[in-house]
């Protein structure tokens, strides 16, 4: 059974940057990819982005050219670098992986 544990959310101004972190533990050698749906108050979830195993990435069309999803394999930890962040990126971001596990989530809100 694999743990997902993210963190890294906050309050950020309009423009600004954040790294989120998802830390997997457990067994995790049969997971193909990794990434991130976010949830904005009163709304459905939502895709983000993923990487799979061997690296290859793909986004959803509001974040591309903004946000970055990488993996550090030696940590067992994916990371989603966000910039030039706007006022409807806020929402809860939750990590999860192909073998069905999510995390808790962690908090965005951008505002001035």
């Known amino acids: 059974q694999v743990q997902l544990v993210e963190s890294g959310g906050g309050l950020v101004q309009p423009g600004g940057s954040l790294r989120l972190s998802c830390a997997a533990s457990?067994?995790?050698?049969?997971?193909?990819?990794m990434g991130w749906y976010r949830q904005a108050p009163g709304k459905e979830r939502e895709f983000v982005a993923y990487?799979?195993?061997?690296?290859?990435?793909y986004y959803a069309d509001s974040v591309k050219g903004r946000f970055t999803i990488f993996g550090d394999n030696a940590k067992n930890t994916v990371y989603l670098q966000m910039n030039s962040l706007k006022p409807e990126d806020t929402a809860v971001y939750y990590c999860?992986?192909?073998?069905?596990?999510w995390g808790q989530g962690t908090r965005v809100t951008v505002s001035s």
């Open positions: 999860y992986n192909s073998g069905g596990a």
């Open positions: 457990g067994s995790i050698f049969s997971v193909k990819t």
């Open positions: 990487i799979t195993a061997v690296g290859n990435r």
